[in-house]
């Protein structure tokens, strides 16, 4: 038997050109499916980050998978999910979109002039030592390093630096952590800070733009800024605009969205699961 489910290809965090920002897969479910049944779809989708959204009421269960395992936490597929949500009217743009993930209740509303405003929670790091190998896996002399629950970030002397960075992707998905971020003092008056993200071993050698890595960016330079709203360009091929205001223990993202493919995932029926529990 074969089921057709609604799929979408989203840019998140857009430039404002097209093919800018980060491309997510989002899929429509009616109810739970199996996790292995979204693994395979993540991989089919071959993105950084395909998302999984399920109605549950008043809100919604959210999950995101890169091609090669679940995540905790994902920015830019769930601006891409909310995106979605409110293009096919399966929530009044009016409506706060609330969403039940695995870090937690994470809410998206839409603003004037196109943008959505997500509610994460902030992810400071705290100074590490370098871990063994890090300099060698990114060919390159940290100024600054730190680690959160989930990431290490490195700061560079310049935005240069930053851009010409070259990582060998197998000595860096040696090193414990999902991702690692880098970052440096922005060299564009419209930006306080640009960005990469290199994640090889969750299967992404580097995502384009990684919302989830402005919750640790966006405690980091409003401290070293002394400033609670910040702009962050992350300097991928494709780029990507992020706004960032630091709220207490909490983040507000800012982005943009635009869907570049919609249709059906025609696949065997995926394995239904008998209650709806989004942390399962």
Request: hydrophobic share 40%; net charge negative; aromatic share 8%.
């Amino acid at each position: 038997m074969q089921q057709q489910t609604r799929l979408f290809i989203v840019d998140a965090f857009t430039t404002g050109r097209a093919f800018s920002g980060n491309p997510a897969a989002v899929c429509l479910l009616d109810a739970r499916v199996a996790p292995e049944w979204m693994q395979q779809v993540a991989g089919e989708m071959n993105l950084s980050e395909t998302a999984f959204v399920i109605p549950l009421g008043d809100r919604f269960g959210l999950r995101w998978f890169t091609p090669a395992v679940e995540v905790d936490l994902c920015g830019h597929a769930t601006l891409a999910t909310a995106h979605v949500l409110w293009q096919q009217n399966r929530a009044e743009r009016s409506q706060t979109l609330n969403f039940e993930t695995h870090s937690g209740l994470l809410t998206c509303r839409s603003e004037t002039g196109g943008s959505i405003a997500m509610d994460f929670p902030a992810e400071p790091p705290a100074a590490c030592d370098p871990p063994e190998g890090l300099a060698a896996a990114l060919r390159t002399d940290p100024v600054w390093v730190g680690r959160n629950r989930f990431d290490l970030i490195v700061e560079l002397g310049s935005a240069r630096a930053v851009r010409q960075l070259s990582p060998d992707f197998s000595r860096l998905a040696a090193i414990r952590c999902r991702g690692t971020i880098v970052t440096a003092p922005s060299d564009d008056s419209e930006y306080d800070f640009v960005s990469r993200f290199f994640a090889p071993a969750v299967g992404v050698d580097e995502d384009p733009v990684c919302g989830s890595a402005h919750c640790c960016l966006g405690p980091f330079w409003s401290a070293r800024l002394n400033k609670p709203r910040l702009r962050g360009l992350q300097v991928s091929t494709r780029q990507g605009d992020i706004g960032v205001e630091v709220v207490g223990d909490r983040v507000v993202l800012r982005g943009r969205a635009a869907t570049t493919l919609e249709g059906n995932l025609i696949s065997p029926h995926p394995p239904f699961l008998t209650a709806i529990d989004p942390h399962e």
